[in-house]
């Protein structure tokens, strides 16, 4: 089936550490996003991504990285300068308006 | 900054009645509007899109929009328990672009 798979799920991260969520799609669509969503708000977008070896900041890039070397592949870095890193993390791509998202990378700072 | 307003809720409807969702959005260069479900702990998934001003009928959802006044509402009928979630709005200036999203409303059903 196609789809788009997030991992871990569930990720704890140690203050002053990078870490890197996993988004892989084989769905074949062209754009890729990911958003940030804390408790009781709505998705915030990160980074997005139209076509490979491209992509554009979102609303609240910083303190975030990501690369877009594989269609198929987009990979989110949260590194130690996002300094409020704990939040539920979605991926998703497109292909017209048609938006799937992936099940989610709960990311927690111990 | 672009904003998307939404009740957060919780709004709470009894089983087999109808829930009014509003939402209002500061782009007048919104072209497309999508409503998500999301489930707690879950991803969202898309229930409905429309276009142009005036209703769309999908099942029990119904989606109403008034570009002039900037407002989009989700008419759910004949409410389940299983209706209950988050429901985000999300307008775009392009149909595959850059989604801003609501904050979201909670809904409720109550058997």
């Known amino acids: 089936d196609g789809g788009i798979t997030q991992s871990p799920k569930y990720l704890f991260r140690k203050e002053g550490q990078n870490v890197t969520l996993s988004c892989e799609q084989n769905?074949?669509?062209?754009?890729m996003y990911w958003y940030r969503q804390d408790p009781g708000q709505g998705l915030r977008l990160i980074y997005y991504s139209q076509i490979v070896n491209d992509f554009q900041k979102g609303d609240i890039a910083e303190g975030y990285s990501v690369s877009r070397e594989k269609k198929e592949s987009f990979p989110l870095t949260v590194t130690s300068a996002q300094k409020n890193p704990t939040a539920f993390y979605l991926c998703a791509s497109s292909s017209g308006e048609i938006r799937t998202f992936g099940s989610g990378t709960r990311l927690t700072v111990v | 900054q672009k904003e998307v307003e939404q009740n957060s809720g919780p709004l709470s409807v009894p089983e087999g009645a109808i829930a009014s969702l509003n939402c209002t959005y500061s782009?007048?260069?919104?072209?497309?509007f999508f409503w998500y479900r999301q489930y707690s702990g879950k991803s969202p998934e898309l229930i409905m899109s429309i276009y142009s001003n005036g209703d769309k009928e999908d099942g029990r959802f119904t989606a109403q929009l008034n570009k002039a006044s900037q407002y989009v509402s989700l008419l759910i009928r004949d409410s389940q328990p299983s209706d209950s979630a988050t429901y985000l709005c999300a307008p775009s200036e392009v149909s595959w672009g850059k989604l801003q999203f609501g904050a979201g409303t909670q809904v409720v059903v109550t058997p």
């Open positions: 769905l074949n669509h062209d754009a």
């Open positions: 782009d007048r260069g919104s072209q497309s």
